[in-house]
């Protein structure tokens, strides 16, 4: 019985996320990490969600990608970075948690717009209220209530039987 409970468990908890992540291009094109865009009306315009990645498309031998602290970011401050994400100008971050995330070019481009801060958070559950109905191999949410209900009345049975 325990057995049973522990699988159900575990089928609701695979369930409560099955979205596929998204790329998102900062600023929205191939090359937009760059002075004088407007991040921040592009951040504002995007959802993140917990499993996404950032695209920061840009010119290495001019500009980095620093992950930094609300302050830094705040003050256009590269001195303390959390993480610096430059590699080759075609650079990717994963949103692995669900939480503020502040990004700026370090060597004075803060101070002209290349800087942004995203929030991702857990993606909704999905509205759709039809029971059991499978996209791209992932149960909806609606599945993981049926499977409830299914659990609950083996639980029930088994009881009744022993």
């Known amino acids: 019985m325990l057995l049973w409970l522990i699988t159900a468990v575990n089928i609701l908890w695979s369930t409560a996320e099955c979205r596929e992540p998204v790329l998102h291009r900062v600023g929205g094109g191939k090359y937009t990490w760059a002075p004088n865009m407007n991040l921040t009306a592009w951040a504002m315009h995007e959802k993140f969600y917990v499993g996404d990645w950032l695209y920061f498309g840009f010119?290495?031998?001019?500009?980095?990608?620093?992950?930094v602290s609300k302050m830094n970011y705040n003050n256009c401050d590269d001195k303390s970075f959390i993480t610096n994400i430059t590699r080759g100008g075609r650079d990717v971050f994963n949103l692995t948690e669900a939480r503020p995330y502040y990004f700026l070019s370090g060597l004075g481009y803060c101070f002209e717009g290349m800087k942004v801060a995203v929030y991702a958070q857990y993606a909704p559950p999905d509205p759709d209220p039809a029971p059991l109905v499978v996209r791209n191999g992932c149960p909806s949410q609606s599945a993981g209530y049926g499977i409830i209900i299914m659990v609950l009345a083996l639980l029930a049975s088994s009881a009744v039987m022993g």
């Open 59 to 67: 010119d290495k031998t001019r500009y980095n990608v620093l992950e």
